[in-house]
């Protein structure tokens, strides 16, 4: 009888055991799936095999298509990088033209993955909104644009009454409201969803002013019937980082955008560029050899091969290739301004890689 009872004890004891034992291994298995795992946008990204990049409707040097749709502009670039780093081309890209008020909601609702258009970072964008700001690839502030014959050459010449055409959805409009409140300046605001129609109106003599981010102001001003017959005022109103968002919840996803625009700045600081950078794999300097995957294991972090780095220099360019090509050479914004980097007076500065 005793010798039974003992049995059964001892059976529910293994039982028992061997129940921990399976839940231990399947917890165990599922945490190293979870680490090993890819973020689920690479992942997607990978299967679909291009990158899914939302631009602005047409802003030349930042993310404008010529007539047989091919786009360019530094926005751009950073999508073709991360295109370089995750399908190792940066030509797999899908560029969707997103307006300023469309642009949040296609990227929330998984229409696109990286959202890369003159694009301020604000505190209530980057926390309330679902989106992940990862950096900044330009340094702006809002301007006005006065036709010259105004007579205008300063912003303390505004008078109440003035009419100010801007588009809707941005930082611009909240910006201009602070600013006329601030002196007590009465004004029109003449506002349009689409870039082009503030243009156009502005153009056509329907408001005194046109107020913009100040590149953007540069940038728009190509399409006017006759640049020459409008000037910028000297005046910034305001701080605008543009830069690349992406949706909250993917972190992995988020770093890589993150450093792949990274790449593109530091290996400007150190003198890698499309043309050099396989010569700068025996470099003596241990952070360019990182750079460009001749030492160290950088993609391994983010589930990628170690040319990832190299392919997006070879590819895109450094920041500087970018900026030369989209924004200086074409006579957007010739002198680059803050978004200098920070050894040569500017304030574009990264963190190392490494
Ligand atoms: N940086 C500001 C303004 C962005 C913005 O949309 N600006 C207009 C005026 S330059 C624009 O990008 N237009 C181009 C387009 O809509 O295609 C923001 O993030 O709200």
């Given at each position: 009888?005793?010798?039974i009872k003992r049995g059964k004890k001892m059976y529910k004891y293994i039982k028992r055991i061997t129940s921990f034992v399976a839940m231990f291994a399947?917890?165990?298995?599922?945490?190293?799936?979870?680490?090993?795992?890819?973020?689920?946008?690479?992942?997607?990204?990978?299967?679909?095999?291009?990158?899914?990049?939302?631009?602005?409707?047409?802003?030349?040097?930042?993310?404008?298509?010529?007539?047989?749709?091919?786009?360019?502009?530094?926005?751009?670039?950073?999508?073709?990088?991360?295109?370089?780093?995750?399908?190792?081309?940066?030509?797999?890209?899908?560029?969707?033209?997103?307006?300023?008020?469309?642009?949040?909601?296609?990227?929330?609702?998984?229409?696109?993955?990286?959202?890369?258009?003159?694009?301020?970072?604000?505190?209530?964008?980057?926390?309330?909104?679902?989106?992940?700001?990862?950096?900044?690839?330009?340094?702006?502030?809002?301007?006005?644009?006065?036709?010259?014959?105004?007579?205008i050459t300063s912003t303390s010449q505004f008078k109440s009454g003035i009419s100010a055409c801007t588009n809707i959805g941005t930082t611009t409009e909240l910006n201009m409201r602070d600013f006329f409140t601030s002196k007590g300046i009465s004004y029109?605001?003449?506002?349009?969803?689409?870039?082009?129609?503030?243009?156009?109106?502005?153009?056509?003599?329907?408001?005194?002013?046109?107020?913009?981010?100040?590149?953007?102001?540069?940038?728009?001003?190509?399409?006017?019937?006759?640049?020459?017959?409008?000037?910028?005022?000297?005046?910034?109103?305001?701080?605008?980082?543009?830069?690349?968002?992406?949706?909250?919840?993917?972190?992995?996803?988020?770093?890589?955008?993150?450093?792949?625009?990274?790449?593109?700045?530091?290996?400007?600081?150190?003198?890698?560029?499309?043309?050099?950078?396989?010569?700068?794999?025996?470099?003596?300097?241990?952070?360019?050899?990182?750079?460009?995957?001749?030492?160290?294991?950088?993609?391994?972090?983010?589930?990628?091969?170690?040319?990832?780095?190299?392919?997006?220099?070879?590819?895109?360019?450094?920041?500087?290739?970018?900026?030369?090509?989209?924004?200086?050479?074409?006579?957007?914004?010739?002198?680059?301004?803050?978004?200098?980097?920070?050894?040569?007076?500017?304030?574009?500065?990264?963190?190392?890689?490494?």
């Amino acid at each position: 009888m005793l010798t039974i009872k003992r049995g059964k004890k001892m059976y529910k004891y293994i039982k028992r055991i061997t129940s921990f034992v399976a839940m231990f291994a399947v917890l165990f298995v599922f945490a190293g799936e979870a680490m090993a795992k890819k973020s689920k946008t690479l992942k997607n990204t990978q299967k679909k095999g291009f990158v899914r990049c939302g631009v602005s409707q047409g802003l030349p040097g930042f993310s404008n298509a010529d007539a047989s749709g091919n786009w360019t502009g530094v926005d751009v670039d950073v999508c073709r990088a991360v295109a370089a780093a995750v399908l190792g081309d940066a030509g797999k890209v899908k560029f969707t033209p997103l307006s300023a008020k469309e642009r949040f909601t296609a990227l929330t609702s998984g229409e696109i993955d990286i959202l890369s258009r003159n694009t301020t970072w604000t505190l209530s964008r980057d926390a309330d909104i679902g989106l992940t700001f990862v950096g900044v690839n330009f340094y702006d502030g809002q301007g006005f644009m006065v036709r010259k014959d105004s007579g205008i050459t300063s912003t303390s010449q505004f008078k109440s009454g003035i009419s100010a055409c801007t588009n809707i959805g941005t930082t611009t409009e909240l910006n201009m409201r602070d600013f006329f409140t601030s002196k007590g300046i009465s004004y029109e605001p003449v506002a349009f969803e689409k870039a082009d129609e503030v243009v156009a109106a502005y153009d056509a003599g329907r408001c005194d002013t046109y107020t913009t981010d100040k590149s953007g102001l540069a940038a728009q001003r190509t399409k006017m019937k006759d640049p020459d017959a409008h000037i910028v005022l000297p005046e910034t109103i305001s701080k605008e980082p543009l830069g690349p968002v992406v949706r909250q919840g993917d972190s992995v996803w988020e770093d890589i955008v993150r450093w792949s625009l990274n790449v593109m700045i530091e290996a400007e600081e150190y003198g890698i560029t499309s043309a050099n950078a396989d010569s700068m794999k025996t470099s003596e300097n241990p952070a360019i050899k990182r750079l460009v995957g001749a030492e160290g294991e950088l993609g391994a972090a983010f589930g990628l091969d170690n040319e990832w780095s190299l392919r997006i220099i070879k590819q895109v360019g450094n920041y500087g290739e970018s900026y030369k090509r989209n924004i200086a050479d074409p006579g957007i914004l010739p002198d680059r301004g803050p978004n200098q980097l920070w050894t040569k007076g500017g304030i574009l500065y990264v963190p190392p890689a490494r």
